[in-house]
């Protein structure tokens, strides 16, 4: 005999996830997070993001699969279907995630890690342009890069922040990271670089004291840095799931096209 998965149910504070969460509270034997073998998560992108990185810290993690009551979706399911919750999650096709880990050093000499699904970001915290220099698996490539900031992104987060700064979007299955400046000034036609997911990526900030610099791994801050190094966290692989024709991969594809 199989066994059900055990299903856990979140939901967003919005109007829309909560009115979704009362409906289907009484579909299912709903268990918590920890207990789960997948999540249903009712919200939008960044709620999405919210329970991927809850699973992270829990180390318990487990198939996500969202239904979009937010804006964009791009991680998420459509609402509508003639299938049962239970049919839904389990003819889903599975998409891997492989989360970056950022670990940060600060002015005050604190180290801060946390992970990242989408991106990680630099990003100047005054009106004067941040200087950075980068080393990739611990050779100087660019000594002084003057520019509002920086950002490596997962090829989950290519079509994100990163394309809106004008980085590549990268498939899924690439193993590649997306290494995009934002807004350079000097060297000024730098366009950023497409870097193996193997690659451990070191930031040093110059002049962190007149030009401060603050680090954003998804939707964590970390303010007044002076150093920041990433890696992709392969023993955190996260699993995303979609019904079949609507996969992640897809959407990226269809992105490539958009005029």
Known sequence: MTTEPRLALAASDTPAAQAAFEAMRGDHDWVPLAEADAVVVLGGDGFMLTVLHQ???????????????GTVGFMMNKVRSSR?????????????????????????GETISA??????????????????????????RMA??????????????????????????????????ALTPISPFRPRRW?????PQS??????????????????ADQKEVRDIDSVTITAARDRKLHLLFDRGASLEERIFAEQFLV
């Open 55 to 69: 699973m992270l810290e829990l180390d318990h993690v487990v198939p996500a699969y969202g239904i979009n009551y």
């Open 84 to 108: 049962t919750i239970e049919q839904r999650v389990a003819r889903a096709t599975p998409i891997s995630v492989t989360p970056l880990q950022m670990v940060a050093r600060t002015h005050a």
């Open 115 to 140: 992970y990242a699904i989408n991106e990680v970001s630099l990003l100047r915290e005054t009106r004067q342009t941040a200087r950075l220099e980068i080393t990739v698996n611990d050779k100087v």
């Open 144 to 177: 002084d890069l003057a520019c509002d900031g920086i950002l490596v992104a997962t090829p989950a987060g290519s079509t994100a922040y990163n394309l809106s700064a004008n980085g590549p979007i990268l498939p899924l299955g690439s193993q590649m990271l």
């Open 191 to 195: 366009k950023g670089a497409i870097l």
């Open 199 to 216: 690659a451990e990526v070191s930031f040093r900030v110059l002049e962190p004291a007149k030009r401060p610099v603050a680090a954003v």
